[in-house]
């Protein structure tokens, strides 16, 4: 299952809160179901692509499922005031938040990349080469490939079975019904 997902969507909050933990801890824990995260971040959340930099740096570090959680139990406070690294911090040893950080230098700003993080080429001065975010090329290649089925709202999610790609979704479902449909395939 590819899930899509921007940090500061509220129903991206729901489907994890809702979904998405009861499938981790019943389903890919046990081996049935493997999960890929991909970063969406929609234009109108102002934070989203830097929630996104934060949790790719954590999970360079191996604390991506701890500040994934963090993200979105925190996402009306981080969402009004930009403050994500007080949220990140809580979430992991402070040992772990320092490589974090480190990570993050140069990634304070919007993003720079060769293609801004809503798909707009432009071309860049020599000052914005220097201040390139490099956990901008994995959000950016995520968002390349959900624009590929087209991901157009968040969370959108695709199921594959057998090999068998599925119609992507882009709603939410509760965790009794895809755990249904989960034991429907696994049945077969």
């Not at 493997?34 to 969406?40: A, E, G, T």
């Not at 102002?46 to 604390?63: L, M």
Request: glycine share 6%.
């Amino acid at each position: 299952m590819e899930v899509y997902t921007d940090y500061q969507c509220p129903s991206c909050r729901n489907f994890y809160e809702n979904t998405l933990r009861a499938l981790i801890n019943d389903y890919v824990a046990s081996g049935k179901v493997y999960l890929i995260h991909h970063d969406f971040p929609l234009p109108m959340h102002k934070y989203g692509y830097q929630a996104a930099r934060w949790a790719n740096a954590a999970a360079r570090v191996g604390d991506f499922a701890s500040v994934e959680a963090a993200l979105y139990d925190n996402q009306d406070a981080w969402g009004s005031t930009g403050d994500i690294g007080k949220y990140v911090s809580a979430a992991m040893p402070a040992s772990d938040f320092k490589r974090v950080e480190k990570l993050m230098e140069g990634c304070e700003g919007p993003a720079t990349a060769s293609n801004d993080p809503y798909g707009v080429p432009h071309l860049l001065s020599v000052a914005q080469v220097s201040r390139v975010c490099a956990l901008d090329a994995y959000i950016n290649e995520d968002r390349a490939l959900g624009s590929r089925i087209p991901v157009q709202a968040t969370p959108t999610y695709v199921i594959t079975y057998k090999g068998q790609r599925l119609p992507a979704v882009a709603s939410f479902v509760s965790w009794p019904i895809l755990k249904q449909f989960f034991d429907s395939l696994l049945a077969q």
